[in-house]
């Protein structure tokens, strides 16, 4: 089966500090794309942000930017100046051949310490 | 905006009972999905529906069926419900379109007594 593997079970970070959360991905698909979302303790799944495997350039959205190295089959989210709204579920995505069928990591807990 | 809408935040029922999760969304999209996620297992695909009547297994579809009768609601149907069937369900919407992500209802915790 072709996996999308999140080491990290849990991280901490203290408040306004960056942090990085890792994903690795399998797949023999020339066409792709990876998503992360962010599931707080409410339980709603939330879009964060997109890369294409063709996108030369690594993705940014506002705090959020995707540290994309294709070659190593890697795809780290990368949070900036963490806020405690920012504690939450992690989870990495791999959109298969035609992007209909997501294959999610196991996620990673991140805490945000005042 | 996209809003998906799941009938119940929380359920509880009886192993042996037919269980049904509603699933309503209003952008139009083609596609729709059901996931259920378990610690430390992530998100697992159930069954998606690319059209209405159309279905497909995702990769659990076992003790499960769905029904898509209408475009803008997809329902996941426990037939006899068992309690390793206790999970949080998710719901999700796609356009089509490559560069979109899907997007998610807020969840039914089911609890089979």
Redesign the interface.
């Known amino acids: 089966a072709q996996k999308i593997t999140q080491t990290q079970p849990g991280m901490f970070v203290q408040e306004k500090e960056a942090v990085t959360l890792d994903c690795t991905y399998d797949t023999s698909d020339p066409s792709y794309g990876l998503f992360w979302y962010k599931q707080p303790s409410s339980g709603e799944m939330i879009f964060l942000i997109y890369q294409g495997s063709y996108d030369q350039q690594n993705a940014t959205e506002g705090r959020y930017s995707l540290n994309f190295q294709k070659a190593r089959k890697s795809a780290n989210l990368v949070i900036s100046a963490s806020q405690l709204g920012d504690s939450a579920m992690y989870f990495c995505a791999r959109g298969s051949t035609g992007f209909q069928k997501l294959v999610f990591g196991t996620g990673t807990r991140l805490l945000v310490s005042p | 905006d996209v809003k998906v809408t799941q009938s119940s ?1 929380y359920l509880v029922k009886r192993t042996g009972e037919k269980v049904f999760l509603e699933c309503v969304q209003d952008m139009d999209h083609e ?1 729709m999905f059901w ?1 259920r996620q378990d610690p ?6 159930i069954y ?1 529906s ?1 059209d209405v009547k159309m279905k497909e297994k ?1 990769d659990i579809p076992e003790g499960y069926s769905v029904s898509r009768e209408k475009k803008e609601r997809f329902s996941l149907i426990l037939e006899s419900a068992s309690t390793n069937q206790t999970s ?1 369900y ?1 719901c ?1 919407t ?1 356009t089509g379109d ?10 039914t ?1 089911l609890s089979i007594l």
């Open positions: 935040r596609n996931y430390g297992l992530g998100l697992r695909l998606f690319y995702g949080m998710l999700a796609w490559s560069n979109q992500p899907q997007h998610f209802g807020d969840g915790r």
